[in-house]
């Protein structure tokens, strides 16, 4: 999952109470699938900042709830309004995550696009702006690896 630090960062997700937060604000339909059909509780997160200085997973998070309509698309006040959703039929999902702890090692979008193993990985791929990307669990574990988590063996 990508986030700007600017918007909500690692720090943001590790400050909130129990560390959990709901992933709202997702407008894209292939990212809103994943979230509502794929993404289920206690998968893994990788945690990315983007538009930052060195673009890189920072930490590791869990689902601790699945798919759920996400409330901002209701709420005119909200930056992430959408005119056309309806509580009967929700178009925008999110999911609840918690965060698991910080990676020793800032693992930057050069050191994944430098690493063999991890050449198929979504966001490695040219044009991929998605905020919600699948990943296999042999490119999970590289990425621990590389990161230095104490829990890679998870």
Partial sequence: MKSEPDAFSWQDLWDAPKRTTFWDGVRNYQ???LLRDDIQEGDGVLYYHSRTK??????IAQVVQAGSPDP?????KEPY??????????TWYGVHIQAQGP?????SLEQLKAEPKLAQMAVVQRGQRLSVQPVTAAEWKQVLKMGQYAGAGR
């Fill in 72 to 76: 901002t698309q209701f709420d005119p």
């Fill in 54 to 59: 060195v673009p890189g997973v920072v930490g």
């Fill in 31 to 33: 990212a809103r699938n």
């Fill in 103 to 107: 990676l020793d090692e800032v693992v």
């Fill in 81 to 90: 309004f959408d005119p056309k959703a309806r509580r009967e039929e929700p």
